[in-house]
Structures are given as C-alpha cells and as structure tokens.
C-alpha cells in the first residue's frame, strides 16, 4: 500500500510511505497447564459426585480458543469424571483404598480442535477409612491339651484378617465368652494361654468363642459380621482302662517265717494318666483268720501272724485292683499262697552273696547266674528246690527250682531300676543273697517339655544376649544321657544355641524391619554311636523398636503459586516413609524454619502445604507477603519414643500475574527545541516503568494525541522521540502529545 500524508499550510506539503502486509501462517500453540503434577487426597467413603480437585491450563496469547479437559489415561474403570470447560475433578463411583490407595490420571488440554495437546499428571491419593472388620479364616478349629501342660503354655494362635491398613487393619483379640476362666489370650498376637493346669477328669472340653476388633476409630468387630473364632480345646486321658494284674497268682512261704514277712508282690498296671492311673490293691475273701496284710499303695502282700501248715496249707486270697477315676475301673486276680513246711536241717548256699551284671533290652530268658546250695539232710528234704523271694522286679526273673539257674523273663530296663537284690531259697529256709546290676543302653532319646516354644524379643536386643534356655531330658546314663543341642533350620545367621547348655543366644543384632519373625527347629541329641535325637520348634517373634528416621522421597522439592491466590490453595504434597511399625512409623508434618510470616500451613498428618496468607510478587503493599520465592524446611518427625525426625528443603516460586500499570518517571515532560532543527534530530527520550516480570514487564509506547499534522514519531520499543517534520514557530509554537504505556 502507498500512504499519503498531507499538512494544511497555505502551501500544503505531503509526503508518501510504503506499507508492506505480510501474511503469516498461523501456527497452533497448546494450553500449557499451570502445574506439570497436581496432587490430591480424598477419603474412601465420599459419596459419588464429589470433588476432588481443580486443574488450570493456560491458553496461548492472543488465542480465541476455548481450553478443554478430558482424562486420557488412568482410570480404566471409569471412577472419574472430569469438567471438560473448568477443569473439574469428581468422583463418578465408589472408591474403595483397599482396590486402590493411589490414582494417576492423564489431564489432556486442548485449544478447540486444535490437534495438539498438552498434558499434566494428576495424583490422587485414596485415604482408608475403617470400613472393613477383622475376618477370621477359619470359623472354628478344634486342639487337645495334657493335664501336664503347666500354666503359661500356648494352646493355640488365632489370626483374623483386616483389608484396612494401618490402625485400621491392627487386629486386637478377646475372649468373647468362656466357659471357665482356664484361659486367656493375648490381645495382639492372639495366642492363646493356659492360666491353670487342667484336668480330664473335671472337664474334658472347653469352648472359647474368639472375637477380634481393630484399633481404627471408631473399632469395628468381627461381631459385627456375626462372626467369631469357636475354638474347641479337649483335654486328654479318660478313664477308659481297667488295671491289669502283671503279678504272679502264686507265692510260697515257709511255715516258720516271723510276723511282717514278705509274702509277695502284687503289681497291677493301669495305663491311664493321672489319678485314672494310681492303682489300690484290697483283699475281697480269703484272709477270714487275717493271716495276712496288704499295703493297699505298694501291693506288699505281708504276715500278720504265725502260719502253721498243719492247720492250713493253702490260702486263696481274692485280690481286687481299683484305679481312682471315675467312674472307678477296677480287676480282680486269686492268688494262691502255699504254706511250705520246715525240716530239720537248714540248706546251705555256698556263697552268702552273689554279684552279677546282665544288659538292658536282652531278649527274655538271658543267663544271669547260677545258684548252689548244700542241704545235710537225706530223702526228700535233703532234695533242694530253688525259688526267687518276691521283691522289687523280681518277677523279672525265674528260677530253674531244680538247678538254681537263674534267667530273665522280660527285657530289662536300666532307666526303670538299675539295681535288683534278690533273695533265693531252696525249700528249707536257708537264704543267699544276688546283687544284680543293668547295664545301660542308649535306649531313650531326649524328650523337650515342649514340642514348640514360641517368645517375643525386642530388636534393640545386644548381640550375645541369652533369648531362652531350653532343657531335654535323657533317662539313659552316662554317655548316653548327656544331651548335646543344635540348630538345623536356617535361623539367617541371627541365633546360635550352646551345644551343653542349651541357651539360645543371638549372633548379631536384629532388625524387625529386615525380618519380624523367625521359625526354627531345636534338635536335642546323645552322645552315643547312635544319634538318638529329638526335636522342638523355637518361634521368635521379634518386636518393633522406634530405630527408623522417617525419609522424605525427596531432600529438595520445588513448587510454584500464582500470586493473588486466595488463601488455603494447596501448594505441594511431601511423603515421608518410616519403616518402624505401630505408633514407631507414624509420620507428622511440620515447618520447621523459613516460615517467620506464616505465610504458610501445613496439614500435619497427609503432608500437605499450602499457603496461609495471599501472596504478591511485587513489593507492593504491607498487607501482603512481598517475595517472588520462599525457602522453608520442612520437618517429618515420627510418634515414637523418643521421636525420630529428618528434614527437606521446599523452594516456591511466586509466579507473576499480570497486575501492575506501567508508571512512567515523570507524569509531564517539558521539551524546548528550536524550529530549526533538523528532520531525524531526537526530540527526547520517555520512559515508563512496571513491577511486574518477565513479559508482563515489557512495556510499548504509542502517541495517542496531538500529531495530528505529524511532526512527529515515537519508538514504540525504546521510546525516543524524532523529529520527521520541519518545525515552524510560526506556524505552530506549542505541540501537546498525549503518550500511553501499554
């Protein structure tokens, strides 16, 4: 185009210019978002159509396009929705923080139908709520205790599950109801204790009912389900065995013994445990002259006064075997006593004392010794008959009556009785004594009291420190009853035992965040050839010491807000992890330094910052923060004792908004030139200034009034003033320009 300026004088003057229009291509720039990561946090139990959050992108400018939002990943399941003009965040389902804790979602911008977009990330973080109760795995479960276990001995572990997490998914357990007070339970690790010794014989079954309740706020118990843990626990041993006579129905004794003299033994075995198993012994019939006398504890079977064979040769003595349980079993033997009659003359044994030694778990029948005696007499009382007189385990052995051969008639047990003395006699009175010693086997393994031991440790335990002294007994003897102990599970290097003492010890210090529990097995084992061994299993569960420094994720964060913002905008969102459990990994937040103003809160339990008061970039008033940033630290301490604490560095940045007018240095400027100056000389230099940054600080200059006849031009970059017309006094003495600053 050719432009044509013109002036009014008299004799006009005019001059030409050409204007070239370049017509560019337009190029589409997208809506940049304010933030590139939003985050936000939302409770499980917000009803549908809830808001979650607000995200901002910003058009390009000079655009007369309309931004639009929409999710473009990250919620496969449809829980979100998004306000496609506002940039806001519902919830469209219920939320659940057991499905998901956390939520990334895409933002995608876009300008109209502009084909490029921008995106951000979007973090939601879903706050459990104490929506689900404890649940136990198994409904009812049955176990079988001794009478023997002593008091404190664990009869069963109860576990119930809980989808929440932290106090809300922390199990505590009761004894709903009881039918004694034989049993308590530990509330946190729900095992289950004696708390006295029990007994078949008062009550053979106990039904616990177990209920578990967690520790949110407000507690929610599995009896809210109808459901709790029966536990069934029965005692062992019934009296369901009658005794059993193991003693010989047939003893013989000299007519001429003195009162109180041993007749015979009479044993009878009940297998039963308890008092089931304590045996009595009582005369039914027979004894009518009360020739005799029964210990009815020990079944010594002795004379109460003088026997003649003359007047009775045999007495059959009914004998009858009652346990103590209830109801009361009992069996019946006859024994036959035969009265033996006295010569004149004594046999004599050629030794007083014999001594001898046979080994355990020989078959019946073993050699043991043989006996002699000589007897002066002729005919029939000089014809010797050997018998064993009843006494300890002397039904063990027999004795050939014709050759004094003695031999066993059962497998000897040292660990029973070590030592036999037994009397033998031929048919006259005349006695000899045999010492007889059992020599031991490694017939018996050790035995634990227990078969699994289960103890709770501290972490902070000093490596060497002594857990537990576990004991195993060996009824062998010597070599064979002296215990060794060892490890044969992998106890990952962090306990040992004492091969003779048998106390467990640890080998290093432990950590319950690297391991809270450890299983393994305790072998007891001899010193014989053979090895026999036995086994127990050693639970060490170990508990939390506060040990952990709560870490942030990062030591250095940076954030940005716009300035003007309302206050309570939420700035950034900081973690700390700690690795101790319970209250010892609870994490509270804190602004430690850098915040003199409170300019800023944060929220204390989730680790949100936000601003406290409206900020400004520029330093414009005193009601207002007057910094472009901020540098606070930030404080993450845990709840234990004594708490633990780390710091970060947060560093925000105050954006500029475009909120300040230029001002120019002087609100009139007064120029004096000659009208003689040159066309192209600089008239003067304006200048304006504004507080704000960056582009909303570069400033241009347009002369809105008064060239009108264009003597005139303005640089709308620098702001210089030249002269492009002659200036004639005459004409025109004063000009007045109207400058703006944009």
């Not at 990062?554 to 003007?564: I, L, R």
């Not at 304006?688 to 570069?698: H, K, L, R, V």
Request: proline share 4%; charged share 20%.
């Amino acid at each position: 185009l050719t432009v044509s300026a013109q002036d009014g004088g008299g004799l006009p003057s005019a001059t030409n210019a050409a204007v070239t229009v370049n017509i560019l291509q337009t190029v589409s720039a997208p809506a940049i978002f304010e933030r590139s990561q939003y985050t936000f946090s939302v409770p499980e139990s917000v009803p549908e159509d809830s808001l979650i959050g607000t995200v901002k992108a910003r058009e390009p400018p000079n655009s007369l396009e309309v931004v639009s939002y929409r999710i473009s990943s990250g919620d496969p399941h449809g829980k979100f929705s998004i306000d496609p003009q506002f940039g806001i965040i519902r919830t469209k389902k219920q939320l659940d923080h057991e499905t998901q804790s956390i939520v990334v979602l895409t933002v995608q911008s876009q300008l109209g139908n502009s084909p490029i977009y921008s995106s951000t990330q979007v973090n939601i973080s879903v706050i459990d709520v104490n929506d689900n109760p404890p649940v136990f795995l198994t409904k009812s479960d049955k176990v079988t205790i001794s009478h023997t276990h002593p008091p404190g001995t664990a009869v069963y572990i109860a576990h119930a599950e809980d989808k929440d997490s932290g106090l809300n998914g922390a199990v505590k357990y009761r004894i709903a109801s009881k039918q004694s007070n034989a049993f308590s339970i530990d509330p946190s690790l729900g095992v289950v204790n004696l708390t006295r010794t029990v007994f078949a014989d008062k009550q053979q079954e106990y039904s616990l009912h177990i209920a578990a309740e967690d520790c949110g706020s407000p507690p929610l118990t599995s009896l809210l389900m109808l459901d709790s843990l029966t536990v069934k626990i029965v005692v062992l041993d019934i009296n369901d065995n009658s005794p059993n006579f193991i003693s010989s129905s047939l003893s013989y004794v000299m007519e001429n013994v003195e009162v109180g003299f041993l007749v015979h033994h009479i044993i009878a075995e009940d297998p039963d445990e308890g008092r089931n198993g304590q045996v009595t012994y009582h005369i039914l019939s027979g004894n009518e002259n009360k020739a005799f006398i029964l210990d009815k504890i020990t079944g010594l079977l002795t004379t109460a006064q003088l026997l003649d064979r003359e007047i009775q040769e045999h007495y059959s003595l009914a004998i009858v075997a009652l346990d103590d349980g209830s109801p009361v079993l009992s069996a019946t033997q006859v024994l036959t006593v035969t009265i033996l009659d006295v010569n004149d003359e004594t046999p004599v044994f050629t030794k007083e004392l014999y001594e001898t030694a046979v080994h355990e778990n020989q078959d019946p029948g073993e050699f043991v010794v043989k006996v002699e005696a000589i007897d002066r007499d002729a005919g029939l009382n000089s014809l010797l008959w050997y018998k064993i007189l009843p006494g300890i385990g002397y039904e063990k052995f027999q004795m050939d009556s014709g050759s004094g051969e003695l031999v066993t008639t059962a497998s000897l047990d040292r660990e029973t009785q070590e030592v036999f003395n037994i009397k033998g006699n031929p048919s006259r009175s005349s006695t000899a004594q045999l010492y007889l010693t059992v020599l031991d086997e490694n017939d018996h393994s050790p035995l634990f009291a227990k078969t699994q031991y289960q103890i709770s440790v501290t972490e902070d335990l000093e490596e060497g420190s002594a857990i537990l002294d576990l004991y195993a007994s060996d009824e062998d003897d010597g070599l064979n009853g002296e215990v060794m102990y060892s490890l044969i599970d992998d106890t990952f290097g962090a306990f040992a035992i004492n091969s003779v003492t048998g106390s467990i010890v640890t080998t290093k210090a432990l950590d319950r965040e690297t391991k809270s529990l450890y299983t393994f097995r305790v072998v007891a084992s001899d010193c014989s050839t053979y090895l026999p061994r036995s086994t127990t299993v050693m639970t060490v569960l170990i508990q939390d010491v506060n040990d952990n420094v709560p870490k942030f994720e990062q030591s250095y964060y940076k954030a940005s807000v716009w300035e003007g913002q309302s206050p309570k905008m939420d700035v950034i969102q900081v973690f700390a992890t700690d690795l101790d459990g319970g209250v010892n990994g609870e994490t509270e937040y804190s602004i430690l330094s850098g915040n003199e103003n409170a300019t800023f809160l944060i929220d204390s339990a989730r680790g949100i910052l936000a601003t406290n008061t409206v900020l400004d970039h520029e330093n414009t008033s005193s009601y207002r923060e007057t910094a472009s940033s901020h540098h606070l630290v930030l404080l993450a301490s845990d709840c234990g004792t004594p708490s633990l604490n780390s710091t970060a560095t947060v560093l925000i940045t105050v954006l500029d908004a475009n909120d300040n007018a230029p001002v120019f240095s002087r609100p009139e400027y007064h120029i004096h030139v000659k009208e003689s100056i040159p066309i192209g000389s600089h008239v003067t230099e304006i200048s304006a200034y504004d507080c704000d940054a960056g582009t909303n600080a570069e400033i241009t200059y347009a002369i809105i009034s008064g060239n009108n006849r264009g003597h005139f031009r303005l640089d709308g970059k620098t702001g210089l003033v030249d002269l492009i017309k002659m200036l004639d006094y005459e004409d025109t003495m004063k000009f007045t320009l109207i400058i703006q600053a944009t």
